[in-house]
C-alpha cells in the first residue's frame, strides 16, 4: 500500500508523533500485546457496537472457556450462546462459531497460518469476517500493512482532513484518505494508535485537541466546529412497535420457545410474543392471565414494548407455539437480554434478577 498524502502533510512525521503518543497512553487491554489471531479476532467481533468496558468480562470469561479456535470450533452452539448470553446481536456469535470451523477446517487454499489466511482478502473470505475486521487481523495479527478504518478511525480522518461530506457518502473518501496514513513500517502499531486515539481523545463530542499528539497536523484542532465532524445527516426517528408476552407457568416451570435460525434474535429462545416474528400467540389470547407490566427494548431499527401477561397455571396445547419445551428457573437456556427483561418482570423470584 503506497502513501499518496499531499506534499504538505507531512506522513512520516505524522505516525511518529503517533506512536510516541501509543508507546506511552495506550490502555491495557486483554487483546492487545498478543499476536494470535484468534484472540485479535474475537476482541474485534465482540467490540462491534458493544463499549469496552462492557466487553472485556465477556471477553476473559471466552478466552477460559474457548482458549483457542479449536475449542471454539468444536464446542456446541448452544454453550457458545451461553457465554454470548447479554452481549447482544448474537448472529456475531453464531459466525464466530462459524468461522471458527472453516478456519480449523484448513480447506481454504491458501497461504495461512494455523489455519488462518495471512491478507485481506483470504480473510474476507472467511464467515462473517468485512473488511474492517479482516483489516484489523491482518494488522495487529500479523503486522501487514492494511487499511483499518472504524468508527473511531473515520471521526479521526475526517477532522484531520476537514471532509465535509455527510455521512455515509463521505465513507469512501474517508477511507482513502485514511489509507494515505498507513505507517507501512509498523502497521500493527498505526493501527492500535489510530483506534485509540479516536477512542480516548478525538471523540464524538468535546475532542482533547489541546492534548491530542497529531493537533499540528489537524485541520481542525482546536475549531468550535470540530464536533460536526464527521458531518451526519440527521436519522428519522427510530419506529416504536408493541406487542405481548406470555410468561406461561406449569408447576413452576417456564414455557419458552426457540427461535428459527434466520431472522431477528435467530436461534435464541424467548417466551411466546407477536413483538417479533414467530410462531405467534395461537391458543393464548383466551386464558387468564395477570398483568406484570411493559417492557422497552431498543433494537438498531426499532424500539420494541412488550405487555408482560403471566399465566400461573398453563393447560394450553403447545402444538400452535412453535419449537419449545418447559425451563426451571435455574435452568434457563441462552436468552437475550429482550427476554431477560420479561422474565425479570413477571417472575417475582429473588434470583430473578441475576438472570
Same mark, same amino acid.
Given at each position: 500500500?503506497?502513501?499518496?498524502?499531499?506534499?504538505?502533510?507531512?506522513?512520516? *512525521?505524522?505516525?511518529?508523533?503517533?506512536? +510516541?503518543?501509543?508507546?506511552?497512553?495506550? &490502555?491495557?487491554?486483554?487483546?492487545?500485546?498478543?499476536?494470535?489471531?484468534?484472540?485479535?479476532?474475537?476482541?474485534?467481533?465482540?467490540?462491534?457496537?458493544?463499549?469496552?468496558?462492557?466487553?472485556?468480562?465477556?471477553?476473559?470469561? !471466552?478466552? +477460559?472457556?474457548?482458549?483457542?479456535?479449536?475449542?471454539?470450533?468444536?464446542?456446541?452452539?448452544?454453550?457458545?450462546?451461553? $457465554?454470548?448470553? %447479554?452481549?447482544?446481536?448474537?448472529?456475531?456469535?453464531?459466525?464466530?462459531?462459524?468461522?471458527?470451523?472453516?478456519?480449523?477446517?484448513?480447506? $481454504?487454499?491458501?497461504?495461512?497460518?494455523?489455519?488462518?489466511?495471512?491478507?485481506?482478502?483470504?480473510?474476507?473470505? /472467511?464467515?462473517?469476517?468485512?473488511?474492517?475486521?479482516?483489516?484489523?487481523?491482518?494488522?495487529?495479527?500479523?503486522?501487514?500493512?492494511?487499511?483499518?478504518?472504524?468508527?473511531?478511525?473515520?471521526?479521526?480522518? +475526517?477532522?484531520?482532513?476537514?471532509?465535509?461530506?455527510?455521512?455515509?457518502?463521505?465513507?469512501?473518501?474517508?477511507?482513502?484518505?485514511?489509507?494515505?496514513?498507513?505507517?507501512?513500517?509498523?502497521?500493527?502499531?498505526?493501527?492500535?494508535?489510530?483506534?485509540? /486515539?479516536?477512542?480516548?481523545?478525538?471523540?464524538?463530542?468535546?475532542?482533547?485537541?489541546?492534548?491530542?499528539?497529531?493537533?499540528?497536523?489537524?485541520?481542525? +484542532?482546536?475549531?468550535?466546529?470540530?464536533?460536526?465532524?464527521?458531518?451526519?445527516?440527521?436519522? *428519522?426517528?427510530?419506529?416504536?412497535?408493541?406487542?405481548?408476552?406470555?410468561?406461561?407457568?406449569?408447576?413452576?416451570?417456564? !414455557?419458552?420457545?426457540?427461535?428459527?435460525?434466520?431472522?431477528?434474535?435467530?436461534?435464541?429462545?424467548?417466551?411466546?410474543?407477536?413483538? $417479533?416474528?414467530?410462531?405467534?400467540?395461537?391458543?393464548?389470547?383466551?386464558?387468564?392471565?395477570?398483568?406484570? %407490566?411493559?417492557?422497552?427494548?431498543?433494537?438498531?431499527? !426499532?424500539? $420494541?414494548?412488550?405487555?408482560?401477561?403471566?399465566?400461573?397455571?398453563?393447560?394450553?396445547?403447545?402444538?400452535?407455539?412453535?419449537? %419449545?419445551?418447559?425451563?426451571?428457573?435455574?435452568?434457563?437456556?441462552?436468552?437475550?437480554?429482550?427476554? &431477560?427483561?420479561?422474565?425479570?418482570?413477571?417472575?417475582?423470584?429473588?434470583?430473578? *434478577?441475576?438472570?
Amino acid at each position: 500500500m503506497k502513501n499518496t498524502a499531499s506534499s504538505s502533510f507531512d506522513v512520516t *512525521a505524522f505516525n511518529a508523533a503517533l506512536s +510516541a503518543w501509543y508507546s506511552k497512553s495506550a &490502555r491495557v487491554m486483554p487483546w492487545r500485546g498478543t499476536a494470535d489471531p484468534y484472540r485479535i479476532w474475537v476482541a474485534e467481533v465482540m467490540l462491534q457496537q458493544t463499549t469496552v468496558v462492557t466487553v472485556i468480562p465477556y471477553y476473559e470469561r !471466552f478466552m +477460559a472457556r474457548f482458549g483457542d479456535v479449536q475449542s471454539l470450533a468444536a464446542a456446541d452452539i448452544e454453550d457458545v450462546l451461553a $457465554l454470548w448470553q %447479554g452481549l447482544g446481536y448474537y448472529r456475531r456469535a453464531r459466525m464466530l462459531h462459524a468461522c471458527a470451523k472453516e478456519v480449523v477446517s484448513c480447506e $481454504l487454499g491458501v497461504e495461512s497460518e494455523g489455519g488462518w489466511p495471512r491478507d485481506v482478502g483470504g480473510l474476507m473470505a /472467511l464467515p462473517g469476517i468485512g473488511p474492517y475486521t479482516a483489516a484489523a487481523i491482518a494488522a495487529c495479527a500479523f503486522d501487514i500493512p492494511a487499511n483499518v478504518v472504524d468508527g473511531n478511525v473515520e471521526r479521526v480522518v +475526517a477532522r484531520l482532513f476537514k471532509i465535509s461530506t455527510p455521512l455515509p457518502a463521505a465513507k469512501k473518501g474517508i477511507f482513502a484518505a485514511a489509507g494515505t496514513l498507513v505507517n507501512e513500517a509498523h502497521p500493527r502499531i498505526y493501527a492500535n494508535a489510530m483506534m485509540e /486515539l479516536g477512542a480516548t481523545v478525538c471523540k464524538p463530542r468535546n475532542p482533547k485537541c489541546e492534548v491530542c499528539p497529531v493537533a499540528a497536523f489537524c485541520a481542525l +484542532a482546536g475549531d468550535e466546529t470540530v464536533d460536526n465532524y464527521p458531518v451526519k445527516v440527521k436519522k *428519522a426517528a427510530r419506529p416504536v412497535r408493541s406487542g405481548v408476552a406470555y410468561i406461561l407457568m406449569r408447576e413452576g416451570d417456564i !414455557f419458552l420457545r426457540k427461535r428459527g435460525d434466520d431472522g431477528l434474535l435467530g436461534g435464541l429462545w424467548e417466551c411466546p410474543n407477536d413483538g $417479533l416474528p414467530g410462531a405467534g400467540l395461537d391458543g393464548l389470547t383466551t386464558m387468564e392471565y395477570e398483568e406484570m %407490566g411493559v417492557v422497552r427494548h431498543v433494537f438498531t431499527h !426499532f424500539t $420494541l414494548e412488550l405487555e408482560v401477561r403471566k399465566v400461573e397455571r398453563c393447560d394450553v396445547s403447545m402444538g400452535g407455539l412453535g419449537e %419449545g419445551g418447559w425451563f426451571g428457573e435455574e435452568d434457563l437456556p441462552p436468552l437475550p437480554t429482550l427476554m &431477560r427483561k420479561v422474565l425479570k418482570v413477571g417472575v417475582i423470584r429473588e434470583h430473578a *434478577a441475576d438472570l
